[in-house]
């Protein structure tokens, strides 16, 4: 054991000397290395941002939301709402069906009402809004007022106290601009008579598309089984297939230019060491000779190569770190997107995954040195 | 292992590209000093990398003592070797030089500090101990690379021109080394030109013998 620290400690050394002999050797190995390395960094950190502003997009334009429609005429009373029928899908997304009943509503301040009305199915999706204002059957729906107000509106002809809500999150989805009147269906029967037109919202998780697409083709069998051909749904898969190709291209895109980083690495490293191992090898041949194994000798120019790269990953990552803004926020990036705390492209894990590639590029670069090594001392040495 | 303190070559051949340097060689060397003789190019130095391992033989076996071949192994513990040219590692001083082969030797860390010592001071270079190899004369660094041979009283002792280029003084040292501190049962090749060597008590190998003489070589002379 001590002979091999002794002679790993002297190749240390042959190594801290050399760089001093050679420091150009050693600043072209950096340099290389520094600007694969914050290339790789930044094409990551571009890469990241543009996801995350692909996942924003997509939660936007509601990647896990399927939307079913369905105008019901007189003829259809009695019959079951789309919202029951979808009922037993609640334990896998979200359920929010409501009915627009044609009723007359007004608000004498903001104009024209529309009236839905909600099952039992939607309650939950309904609770964390109504929870917070004072009880009330019918409830107004804006973000014009404060949550809690109370106030009269004119539904089909008569003045009816309603407490305002704000609108939750999900009714982005909808296509409803006017202000809302929501009471269940309870309170609803009067103004049924004339059929009414129904929307459900099925909000599942975008992040699993094979769960969207499962729970789509629920819906499907449900709509045939009922014989419900009235009902029109719009479903995401064909943008979450599209996303998915995305993401494909994307990690083939970022997994290429790793690979092509660590070749470059490999090729610039490997010239440069098997020069450096033309003019030591006397010096190599002769630790040899006396009985030190070649892969110490081999470990001796990898651990060069693996320093090399720390020192020159840990450059670029304060050189991207400290151009992050610059960079994306000139590349047209949302500033929040560039915020670090959010989103940090230099966090040491995604510094890995992408500096792994330079890595393996380095420890190829000995391969060279690794067949030098196979000529026999005998015929090095005089 | 090879229980056998001898040297044994059977059939050695050995070439460099299409010259061919050894051809069917058989020799047989005993515990003890052995001279080994000849013109330049006659395969001297060949014989003795290819019994320190160093090279590869093309046909034939080599037994050595101690080892079942001439590997890492037996570079490590039984070999010691000089080569013609000097051959000091330069980022270290001279005590870690030889301290370095002693190591490698696995020899305990006190035994090593003893042989250490006991070489430099036969080999008189213990004021330069400390020193770089690249601040000592080149009769200096010589007896520094033998005392590196010799600190791990190896079983196999390869001497490649010791005294060439030498003054006598440092070749009378390097001589009575040889004469009197060789190890027990070590078996000491020597390949030289230098005459001197002859005062000491030795076997001999005339190389000559088994080459042609290079006649354009004898025309000249």
Same mark, same amino acid.
């Given at each position: 054991?001590?002979?091999?620290?002794?002679?790993?400690?002297?190749?240390?050394?042959?190594?801290?000397?050399?760089?001093?002999?050679?420091?150009?050797?050693?600043?072209?190995?950096?340099?290389?290395?520094?600007?694969?390395?914050?290339?790789?960094?930044?094409?990551?950190?571009?890469?990241?941002?543009?996801?995350?502003?692909?996942?924003?997009?997509?939660?936007?334009?509601?990647?896990?939301?399927?939307?079913?429609?369905?105008?019901?005429?007189?003829?259809?009373?009695?019959?079951?709402?789309?919202?029951?029928?979808?009922?037993?899908?609640?334990?896998?997304?979200?359920?929010?069906?409501?009915?627009?009943?044609?009723?007359?509503?007004?608000?004498?301040?903001?104009?024209?009402?529309?009236?839905?009305?909600?099952?039992?199915?939607?309650?939950?999706?309904?609770?964390?809004?109504?929870?917070?204002?004072?009880?009330?059957?019918?409830?107004?729906?804006?973000?014009?007022?404060?949550?809690?107000?109370?106030?009269?509106?004119?539904?089909?002809?008569?003045?009816?106290?309603?407490?305002?809500?704000?609108?939750?999150?999900?009714?982005?989805?909808?296509?409803?601009?006017?202000?809302?009147?929501?009471?269940?269906?309870?309170?609803?029967?009067?103004?049924?008579?004339?059929?009414?037109?129904?929307?459900?919202?099925?909000?599942?998780?975008?992040?699993?598309?094979?769960?969207?697409?499962?729970?789509?083709?629920?819906?499907?069998?449900?709509?045939?089984?009922?014989?419900?051909?009235?009902?029109?749904?719009?479903?995401?898969?064909?943008?979450?297939?599209?996303?998915?190709?995305?993401?494909?291209?994307?990690?083939?895109?970022?997994?290429?230019?790793?690979?092509?980083?660590?070749?470059?690495?490999?090729?610039?490293?490997?010239?440069?060491?098997?020069?450096?191992?033309?003019?030591?090898?006397?010096?190599?041949?002769?630790?040899?000779?006396?009985?030190?194994?070649?892969?110490?000798?081999?470990?001796?120019?990898?651990?060069?190569?693996?320093?090399?790269?720390?020192?020159?990953?840990?450059?670029?990552?304060?050189?991207?770190?400290?151009?992050?803004?610059?960079?994306?926020?000139?590349?047209?990036?949302?500033?929040?997107?560039?915020?670090?705390?959010?989103?940090?492209?230099?966090?040491?894990?995604?510094?890995?995954?992408?500096?792994?590639?330079?890595?393996?590029?380095?420890?190829?670069?000995?391969?060279?040195?690794?067949?030098?090594?196979?000529?026999?001392?005998?015929?090095?040495?005089? | 292992?090879?229980?056998?303190?001898?040297?044994?070559?059977?059939?050695?051949?050995?070439?460099?590209?299409?010259?061919?340097?050894?051809?069917?060689?058989?020799?047989?060397?005993?515990?003890?000093?052995?001279?080994?003789?000849?013109?330049?190019?006659?395969?001297?130095?060949?014989?003795?990398?290819?019994?320190?391992?160093?090279?590869?033989?093309?046909?034939?076996?080599?037994?050595?003592?101690?080892?079942?071949?001439?590997?890492?192994?037996?570079?490590?513990?039984?070999?010691?070797?000089?080569?013609?040219?000097?051959?000091?590692?330069?980022?270290?001083?001279?005590?870690?030089?030889?301290?370095?082969?002693?190591?490698?030797?696995?020899?305990?860390?006190?035994?090593?500090?003893?042989?250490?010592?006991?070489?430099?001071?036969?080999?008189?270079?213990?004021?330069?101990?400390?020193?770089?190899?690249?601040?000592?004369?080149?009769?200096?660094?010589?007896?520094?690379?033998?005392?590196?041979?010799?600190?791990?009283?190896?079983?196999?002792?390869?001497?490649?021109?010791?005294?060439?280029?030498?003054?006598?003084?440092?070749?009378?040292?390097?001589?009575?080394?040889?004469?009197?501190?060789?190890?027990? @049962?070590?078996?000491?090749?020597?390949?030289?030109?230098?005459?001197?060597?002859?005062?000491?008590?030795?076997?001999?190998?005339?190389?000559?013998?088994?080459?042609?003489?290079?006649?354009?070589?004898? @025309?000249? @002379?």
């Amino acid at each position: 054991m001590k002979a091999w620290t002794l002679i790993a400690f002297y190749l240390s050394k042959d190594i801290w000397s050399r760089w001093l002999e050679h420091p150009g050797a050693v600043f072209a190995r950096l340099f290389v290395g520094v600007l694969l390395a914050a290339l790789l960094l930044f094409a990551q950190a571009g890469f990241m941002i543009a996801g995350r502003s692909l996942e924003m997009k997509v939660a936007r334009l509601g990647a896990g939301t399927l939307l079913l429609t369905e105008v019901a005429g007189p003829e259809r009373i009695g019959q079951p709402s789309l919202g029951r029928l979808l009922a037993p899908l609640g334990d896998r997304a979200q359920l929010i069906a409501f009915r627009q009943l044609p009723v007359s509503a007004r608000d004498p301040l903001h104009g024209e009402c529309l009236v839905l009305a909600y099952g039992r199915e939607t309650f939950a999706a309904l609770a964390p809004s109504l929870a917070t204002v004072p009880p009330s059957a019918i409830y107004y729906v804006t973000a014009k007022l404060p949550s809690g107000v109370t106030l009269e509106v004119e539904i089909d002809g008569v003045l009816r106290s309603v407490v305002t809500v704000q609108p939750p999150t999900w009714l982005a989805r909808l296509p409803l601009f006017n202000p809302l009147l929501i009471v269940p269906d309870e309170l609803a029967t009067a103004w049924e008579g004339q059929g009414h037109f129904e929307f459900c919202l099925l909000l599942a998780d975008p992040s699993r598309p094979a769960e969207v697409r499962a729970l789509a083709e629920g819906v499907r069998t449900i709509l045939a089984m009922e014989r419900r051909d009235t009902a029109q749904l719009q479903s995401p898969e064909t943008l979450l297939d599209e996303i998915a190709a995305l993401s494909l291209t994307r990690e083939r895109t970022q997994a290429l230019a790793g690979i092509a980083g660590g070749i470059v690495l490999a090729l610039v490293f490997g010239a440069i060491a098997s020069l450096e191992y033309r003019q030591n090898r006397y010096i190599v041949a002769l630790l040899r000779s006396f009985g030190a194994p070649a892969t110490l000798v081999l470990l001796r120019y990898a651990v060069e190569a693996v320093v090399l790269l720390a020192l020159a990953g840990f450059g670029a990552g304060l050189l991207a770190a400290n151009l992050h803004s610059y960079v994306f926020g000139f590349a047209g990036f949302e500033a929040g997107l560039l915020d670090r705390i959010v989103l940090d492209p230099y966090a040491p894990a995604e510094v890995w995954t992408q500096l792994r590639w330079l890595l393996v590029g380095a420890l190829f670069s000995v391969v060279p040195i690794s067949f030098a090594l196979r000529q026999p001392v005998g015929r090095i040495l005089q | 292992m090879n229980d056998s303190t001898d040297i044994v070559c059977a059939g050695l051949g050995f070439g460099y590209g299409n010259k061919q340097v050894l051809d069917r060689f058989d020799a047989h060397f005993s515990p003890g000093l052995t001279l080994i003789k000849g013109f330049s190019g006659c395969g001297k130095s060949t014989l003795l990398k290819l019994v320190a391992g160093y090279l590869r033989a093309t046909s034939g076996t080599l037994t050595v003592p101690g080892a079942r071949a001439p590997d890492a192994a037996f570079q490590r513990r039984h070999l010691g070797f000089v080569f013609q040219q000097l051959n000091l590692l330069p980022l270290a001083t001279l005590r870690r030089n030889l301290e370095l082969i002693g190591a490698l030797a696995e020899l305990p860390r006190n035994q090593v500090r003893a042989q250490t010592e006991k070489y430099l001071a036969l080999l008189g270079l213990e004021e330069f101990a400390e020193r770089l190899p690249s601040t000592l004369s080149g009769g200096q660094q010589q007896r520094a690379a033998i005392a590196r041979a010799f600190i791990k009283e190896p079983t196999v002792l390869l001497l490649d021109e010791p005294t060439s280029g030498l003054d006598d003084l440092n070749c009378r040292v390097i001589m009575k080394l040889l004469g009197s501190h060789l190890p027990p @049962a070590c078996v000491c090749l020597v390949a030289t030109h230098d005459q001197r060597l002859s005062a000491l008590p030795h076997e001999g190998l005339d190389f000559n013998r088994f080459l042609p003489v290079e006649r354009h070589l004898v @025309a000249l @002379a």
